[in-house]
């Protein structure tokens, strides 16, 4: 779980000026058991750190990250116990991957580092069920490959097996089909509910294509340039967004399958009358809600101040002044033309 946690870099901008880069602001997400998040937004929105930061690669520059409960910074829970529970797949499969090891060598030495498998006996079939776990069949044809003699697909199982056989509780997928083909994107999505399903483990999705969120998820947060601006179950973020940006988010791509179909799914965000523009830069972000420049909704309000969290009974939430002011109604969809 995180809880409140920014993160803010000190960066040189172009004028050789020192900058701070607020890449998340006071975000929190809760993954629980046999269920996935998605964390959606563009490129840029803070989602890779935010996983970055769940996966204890950086620390938070304010905030927690609890694991059952219990803070794990500062002496709470030690890094390798909890690598042990919680894993990061990453987005290029050949890059996390030495490609000097075979398939073998790679699980094989994962199962021993943790303890899962001492013999040499232990070690084949321990790296035999974990290619059979992530459907990589039949196992023994895969045990001598080196990660060229593989597809991306092929490398990215291999990857979520190296993962398992740490036996965690906790996937962190920061974008684990964006570099694959097309045609497998769906198999290794469905190899991750698969996961979810039998074996119960707690799932983090980051993407920025809300179509494949929409067929894998349980439950959807948006991000918006640093921000969780929206969340709660899948049905209901896509059922009636509260938020004007995962409104254009939705309306950018209409049908569930059609970015799966495509393959390229587009981050570029689309008003019915033509793009809407770049996300707003980092360094300096605008004031209150992020993302006023763009909303076709923004009031004096939303220039000021980021607004309190709105809760509505079915478990959704949105930070956004309209439910705050009364003016939830001027989200509803135009009646269409006569
Ligand atoms: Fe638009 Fe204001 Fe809501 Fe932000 S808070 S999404 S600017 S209406």
């Known amino acids: 779980e995180a809880v409140g946690v920014s993160k803010h870099f000190e960066?040189?901008?172009?004028?050789?000026n020192n900058a701070v880069v607020r890449a998340v602001e006071n975000a929190g997400i809760a993954l629980h058991r046999g269920r996935i998040v998605a964390l959606v937004g563009e490129s840029g929105s803070g989602k890779t750190t935010v996983a970055r930061i769940l996966g204890r690669f950086y620390a938070p520059t304010e905030g927690e990250i609890r694991l059952h409960g219990r803070p794990v910074a500062a002496g709470g829970i030690a890094?390798?116990?909890?690598?042990?529970?919680?894993?990061?797949?990453?987005?290029?499969?050949?890059?996390?991957?030495?490609?000097?090891?075979?398939v073998r060598y790679t699980l094989g030495r994962a199962l021993k580092l943790?303890?899962?498998?001492?013999s040499r006996r232990e070690v084949e079939d321990g790296v035999i069920d974990l290619l059979r776990r992530v459907n990589l069949t039949p196992p023994e044809q895969y045990l001598d490959k080196f990660p060229h003699e593989l597809s991306g697909g092929q490398r990215q199982r291999v990857v979520i097996a190296?993962?398992?056989?740490?036996?965690?509780?906790?996937?962190?997928?920061?974008?684990?089909?964006?570099?694959?083909?097309?045609?497998?994107?769906?198999d290794v999505l469905n190899l991750l509910a698969?996961?979810?399903d039998e074996e119960g483990l707690?799932?983090?999705?980051?993407?920025?294509?809300?179509?494949?969120?929409?067929?894998?998820?349980?439950?959807?947060?948006?991000?918006?340039?640093?921000?969780l601006v929206e969340g709660g179950p899948k049905?209901?973020?896509?059922?009636?967004?509260?938020?004007?940006?995962?409104?254009?988010?939705?309306?950018?791509?209409?049908?569930p399958g059609r970015s799966l179909a495509a393959g390229s799914a587009s981050e570029?965000?689309?008003?019915?009358t033509g793009e809407l523009g770049e996300p707003p830069d980092p360094a300096d972000p605008p004031t209150g809600c992020r993302f006023h420049p763009r909303c076709p909704f923004a009031m004096d309000e939303c220039r000021e101040s980021f607004p309190e969290r709105t809760e509505f009974p079915d478990g959704q939430w949105v930070h956004c002044w309209l439910h705050q002011k009364g003016r939830a109604h001027l989200l509803a969809p135009a009646p269409p033309a006569q």
């Open 114 to 118: 943790h303890g899962h498998a001492r």
């Open 162 to 186: 190296r993962a398992l056989a740490v036996r965690p509780e906790v996937l962190l997928g920061d974008e684990p089909i964006s570099m694959l083909d097309v045609s497998i994107r769906l």
């Open 202 to 227: 707690a799932l983090l999705y980051i993407t920025h294509d809300i179509a494949s969120a929409r067929y894998l998820c349980d439950e959807i947060d948006v991000m918006y340039a640093g921000q």
């Open 235 to 255: 049905e209901a973020v896509i059922q009636s967004p509260k938020h004007p940006y995962t409104r254009l988010l939705l309306d950018s791509s209409p049908d």
């Open 268 to 272: 570029g965000l689309f008003t019915a």
């Open 11 to 16: 960066v040189r901008n172009r004028g050789g």
């Open 194 to 196: 698969k996961l979810r």
């Open 79 to 102: 890094r390798r116990d909890y690598f042990r529970k919680v894993q990061l797949i990453f987005q290029d499969p050949f890059g996390s991957l030495n490609s000097l090891h075979r």
